[in-house]
């Protein structure tokens, strides 16, 4: 699957982003990692193809929202109440084939996009 990520930018803390994600073709569920200097890259959402299920990890919860356009094979992260530690490249993963319990781990995922640069400042 091709992907094409968009968004992303300079923001002050508190403030807000979003991110896109184009896919050519269709995915069980379609996300985002991020990875920050000198750090792993980690999961931060996804949301299956239906749109109907949605899955953050902890430190973004209530704070980021991801959706999937009801037509289209396009996820949108919107972020606010940004953080300094939200700081990193956003990377776009979507997978065809992966199991619908390790949607957190990266090696469920079969197509990545090119990441998109988020720099919050405090």
């Known amino acids: 699957v091709q992907l094409q990520a968009s968004g992303g930018g300079l923001v002050q803390a508190g403030g807000s982003l979003r991110l896109t994600c184009a896919a050519a073709s269709a995915f069980n569920y379609m996300g985002w990692f991020r990875q920050a200097p000198g750090k792993d890259r980690e999961f931060v959402a996804t949301?299956?193809?239906?749109?109907?299920?949605?899955y953050y990890t902890d430190s973004v919860k209530g704070r980021f929202t991801i959706s999937k356009d009801y037509a289209k094979d396009t996820v949108h992260l919107q972020m606010n109440s940004l953080k300094p530690e939200d700081t990193a490249v956003y990377y776009c993963?979507?997978?065809?084939?992966?199991?619908?319990?390790?949607?957190?781990?990266?090696?469920?995922?079969?197509?990545w996009g090119q990441g998109t640069l988020v720099t919050v400042s405090s």
């Open positions: 949301v299956t193809s239906s749109g109907r299920t949605t």
């Open positions: 993963a979507a997978s065809r084939y992966g199991d619908y319990v390790h949607v957190r781990n990266r090696d469920q995922y079969d197509s």
